[in-house]
Nanobody, 120 residues
Framework: QVQLVESGGGLVQAGGSLRLSCAAS????????MGWFRQAPGKEREFVSV?????YYADSVKGRFTISRDNAKNTVALQMNSLKPEDTAVYYC????????????????WGQGTQVTVSS
């Protein structure tokens, strides 16, 4: 079955960096668009970034986060720099066959999430 497993979350001070990674199995990785979403306590899950042949970012992370993928290793990463307390959330990796999308409902598969906490 399809599995998406995130890693790399943790506690970091404001201004610091973290690199999240997502390892995919059970699907033809190169056929899927990969996205990162996040969900803070009491808030809805929101789009962060997506990558197919091009990358797109939410305005809130543009210039600070960089998404990348390695189709040979079936992985997608999210490099997060200049982190802010408002970046604190559980970060989810997701896969969609529907093309680059900002919409949670378009994604077919989800990971279990990894916690990112940014202290002020």
């Amino acid at each position: 079955q399809v599995q998406l497993v995130e890693s790399g979350g943790g506690l970091v001070q404001a201004g610091g960096s973290l690199r999240l990674s997502c390892a995919a199995s059970g699907l033809t990785f190169s056929n899927y668009v990969m996205g990162w979403f996040r969900q803070a306590p009491g808030k809805e899950r929101e789009f962060v970034s997506v990558i197919s042949w091009s990358a797109y970012y939410a305005d809130s992370v543009k210039g600070r986060f960089t998404i990348s993928r390695d189709n040979a290793k079936n992985t997608v990463a999210l490099q997060m720099n200049s982190l802010k307390p408002e970046d604190t959330a559980v970060y989810y990796c997701a896969a969609t066959s529907k093309g680059s999308s900002w919409y949670v409902g378009d994604y077919d598969y989800w990971g279990q999430g990894t916690q990112v906490t940014v202290s002020s």
